[in-house]
């Protein structure tokens, strides 16, 4: 039987850090994956497809390119669905050989197949075209990810009627679409089919979107959203879906509150549960918590200490950029690396909607909640010369929180174009606990979007003082 330092089961953004880090240490390192390409949700089926499509759909619509040269000039242009998909399997299939080389080069050896405990320190590995094998390890990472959430009253079958993989998938273009949800992924596929002309029902069982987010900004999102047409059902959800056997004619979906609508395609993003299913967490001494997810403690240790999980599986906050730096650390901690104690608990999260999200630190409400003297500054894309000569881009604005009397800035939220990008300065501000003084007295590049933190600075000291700067 082989035998290794660590044994990695995964290759997403979790595992793949977490291999390649251990073996950079020294460590003999199996990674173990079941899917005939390396990535997992990161590279294959959520975070790279979802944002390359994105931008395939800003390129065909022509959304920012529109007012360059006047209002007359129609930049959109003509895609079908293989066009539409062909740089997102590009990126993916090119991110994917990038991450098999990465073990490769780091002597990470890697094991094609599905992982499944025999005993606390046993795999076996199982695939339909190699033997069956067993590993030993003396650490064990758990990094096996999510998958979607399949409610028993809705019929998927990957045709018509998707969820967050299969919407990878099709071939042939919908004219209209519902979505169940309103969260991250439910309102990035909404803004994006709704770029390319698709016309978009949004079924939400709350009335707000995004309810992690600052309520100003998601309120603003919902308003850009609705006016690029999508249709939203609040406070609802569905009772019915009638699928013709005919694929050319339409699904029948009747929602709560009575109304019938005909769609083409229907997409369920509404909730994901941890990957443990096939894992055989009895035989290693483990249990699943509430959706199918591992509990870890602060080092991502699990119940059994030499057995960790990280990433997806182990729920909050399930990005693909937190995960690698969970992987990272559990590393650290079992090998005592002594490079990396925690992963910081202050990060942003980046929402790639059209318009984009972006936000770090407390929301206003947070504060108000934390009885926090609080006080804000606003900054509008309109006002930002960068933004008139780059695009048609005034749409969006940031808002920055700080306490009122030590001026710390502790929360930046932004709506608006390359938000994902230009928050990482206000992550600064916020981990480093710096002030609004600190923004006014720094020089920036001009003109740059990061004009949008000296306009929202000015605007909050006026607040606080009680009047305003021209
Ligand atoms: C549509 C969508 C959009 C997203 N957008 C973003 C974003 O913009 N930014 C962001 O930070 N995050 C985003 N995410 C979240 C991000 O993709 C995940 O948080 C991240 O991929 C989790 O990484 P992971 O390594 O834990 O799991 P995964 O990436 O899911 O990888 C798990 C791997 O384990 C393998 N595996 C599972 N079980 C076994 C087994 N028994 N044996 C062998 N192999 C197994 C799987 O095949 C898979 O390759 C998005 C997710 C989705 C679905």
Redesign the pocket.
């Known amino acids: 039987m082989k035998q290794f330092d660590l044994v990695v089961?995964?290759?997403?953004?979790?595992?793949?850090k977490a291999a390649v880090k251990a073996a950079y240490f020294g460590n003999s390192v199996a990674l173990?994956?079941?899917?005939s390409q390396?990535?997992?949700?990161?590279?294959?089926?959520?975070?790279i497809?979802?944002?390359t499509l994105k931008e395939s759909a800003l390129h065909f619509s022509g959304v920012y390119e529109k007012g360059i040269y006047g209002l007359d000039f129609n930049f959109s242009r003509k895609a079908t669905v293989d066009d539409f998909m062909f740089r997102k399997n590009l990126v993916s299939q090119a991110v994917g050989i990038e991450i098999e080389d990465n073990l490769k080069r780091h002597k990470v050896e890697v094991f094609s197949?599905?992982?499944?405990f025999t005993s606390p320190h046993t795999i076996k590995?199982s695939s339909e075209s190699t033997d069956e094998q067993i590993i030993e390890a003396k650490y064990i990472l758990i990094?096996?990810?999510?998958y979607?959430f399949h409610p028993s009253h809705i019929p998927f079958d990957g045709n018509r009627i998707h969820d967050?993989?299969t919407i990878l998938s099709i071939d042939k273009f919908p004219s209209s679409m519902m979505i169940i949800g309103a969260g991250?992924?439910a309102c990035?596929?909404a803004t994006i089919y709704a770029a390319m002309g698709v016309k978009v029902f949004l079924i939400n069982n709350r009335s707000t979107v995004l309810s992690f987010a600052d309520s100003e900004i998601s309120e603003a999102l919902k308003a850009e959203m609705e006016r690029s047409g999508v249709t939203f059902h609040d406070d609802s959800d569905i009772t019915s879906l009638e699928v013709p056997v005919d694929d050319n004619m339409p699904l029948i979906i009747t929602l709560t509150e009575g109304q019938k609508i005909e769609v083409d395609m229907f997409l369920f993003?509404a909730g994901?549960n941890g990957?443990t299913n096939?894992?055989h967490l009895d035989k290693a001494g483990l249990a699943v918590e509430k959706r199918e997810l591992i509990k870890v403690n602060e080092h991502f240790q699990t119940t059994v200490p030499h057995i960790y999980a990280?990433?997806?599986?182990i729920g909050f906050p399930?990005?693909?950029?937190?995960?690698m730096d969970q992987?990272r650390m559990a590393v650290a901690h079992m090998f005592e690396a002594g490079d990396l104690d925690t992963v910081s608990n202050i990060f942003p999260f980046?929402?790639?909607t059209i318009p984009e999200i972006s936000m770090v630190g407390m929301t206003e409400k947070e504060a108000k909640d934390a009885n926090i003297d609080y006080c804000v500054g606003r900054s509008y894309y309109k006002n930002i010369s960068r933004a008139r000569i780059q695009m048609d881009n005034n749409i969006g604005f940031m808002k920055l929180i700080f306490d009122k009397k030590t001026m710390v800035v502790i929360g930046i939220h932004i709506l608006g174009q390359l938000a994902t990008e230009i928050i990482h300065y206000g992550l600064t501000l916020v981990k480093d606990k710096r002030t609004v003084n600190d923004i006014i007295s720094t020089v920036f590049n001009y003109p740059t979007l990061h004009d949008l933190y000296k306009y929202a600075a000015y605007d909050g000291l006026g607040n606080q003082v009680g009047y305003t700067i021209k």
């Open positions: 089961i995964g290759s997403g953004p979790a595992g793949e173990i994956e079941k899917e390396f990535g997992g949700a990161g590279t294959q089926t959520g975070t497809p979802s944002k197949g599905e992982a499944q590995i990094a096996t990810g999510s979607p967050s993989n991250v992924i990035e596929y993003a994901r990957n096939s894992l990280v990433g997806d599986v399930a990005l693909a950029s937190t995960s992987g980046g929402i790639y």
